[in-house]
């Protein structure tokens, strides 16, 4: 089993920042590709970001992409993501997941409970 608890979440202007992170614990978090993905109200969840646990290898949603930023430290065993140029289109809950089912962009074996942003104009 592995527990994800992601934090960082907050209210932010347009074109501001915000940096979530997601930490894990049980068994070993580092070894596990780590996805974030949102979900706003009244819509389906959607894929934001990907990283996998051996390259450093990344993916992005074209919504995000040269905006949002996904690393890791697999020594503290935290997933990142550095939010830039908000829109108050990325008004969100963001979970982080870990350990694809399948497809990268699609569902994972273990979830956060997620965290609330919130991009006012």
């Known amino acids: 089993q592995v527990q994800l608890v992601e934090s960082g979440g907050g209210l932010v202007q347009a074109g501001g920042s915000l940096s979530l992170s997601c930490a894990g614990s049980?068994?070993?978090?580092?070894?596990?590709?780590v996805g974030w993905f949102r979900q706003a109200p009244g819509k389906e969840r959607e894929f934001v970001a990907f990283?996998?646990?051996?390259?450093?290898?990344?993916a992005y949603a074209d919504s995000v992409k040269g905006r949002f930023t996904i690393s890791r430290d697999n020594a503290k065993e935290t997933v990142y993501l550095q939010m830039n140029s908000l829109k108050p289109e990325d008004t969100a809950v963001y979970y982080c997941?870990?350990?694809?089912?399948?497809?990268?962009?699609?569902?994972?074996?273990?979830w956060g409970q997620g965290t609330q942003v919130t991009v006012s104009s």
């Open positions: 049980g068994r070993t978090f580092s070894k596990y590709d």
């Open positions: 997941a870990a350990e694809p089912k399948g497809y990268y962009y699609a569902d994972y074996n273990y």
């Open positions: 990283i996998t646990w051996s390259t450093g290898s990344t």
